[in-house]
């Protein structure tokens, strides 16, 4: 089983004790391939919950990696941006707000990564704009499902 929200990754303990099934942690995923890519700068894109809790940054630590977010002026923007995108109401203004800001974060901390830690971000960021990896969560939650389970597609 697998809870496809990073947010909600804060009830993962819980969750996994209550039910008594084996839960893959998305959060373990993405920090797990992190650390395989050799990352040690990774800037952090995520509704401002996720951020506030700790829930890459604590997991990220224990592997060395250093973990850079906006300021809270900016993530409230793309908590904004995220809150658009469930509406189903999103334009290219947020689109190129998504791009500059993440930029300027590449930029200021020389970021080896980007870390999608919203679901609903990777509908509207612009991947492909970047010379640094953009690692979507939950692109990176499936994969781990696939090669657990042998799933053949």
């Known amino acids: 089983m697998a809870i496809a929200c990073n947010t909600l990754h804060l009830l993962y303990p819980e969750l996994s004790s209550i039910s008594g099934a084996n839960f893959v942690s998305m959060v373990d995923s993405v ?13 952090l894109l995520a509704t401002p919950t996720t951020i506030r809790s700790n829930l890459y940054q604590d997991k990220l630590r224990v592997f060395g990696i250093e973990t850079y977010t906006l300021c809270p002026q900016d993530r409230k923007k793309y908590d904004a941006v995220i809150h658009s995108v469930l509406a189903g109401d999103t ?63």
């Open 91 to 153: 334009n290219q203004i947020q689109v190129d707000y998504l791009y500059q800001s993440a930029s300027l974060l590449i930029n200021k901390y020389h970021l080896q990564a980007i870390i999608l830690g919203c679901t609903e971000l990777p509908l509207v960021f612009p991947k492909n704009k970047f010379s640094v990896p953009i690692l979507d969560s939950l692109e990176i939650l499936a994969e781990v499902l696939i090669n657990q389970y042998n799933v053949k597609i």
């Open 31 to 43: 920090c797990h391939k992190v650390d395989t890519l050799k990352i040690k700068r990774v800037g």
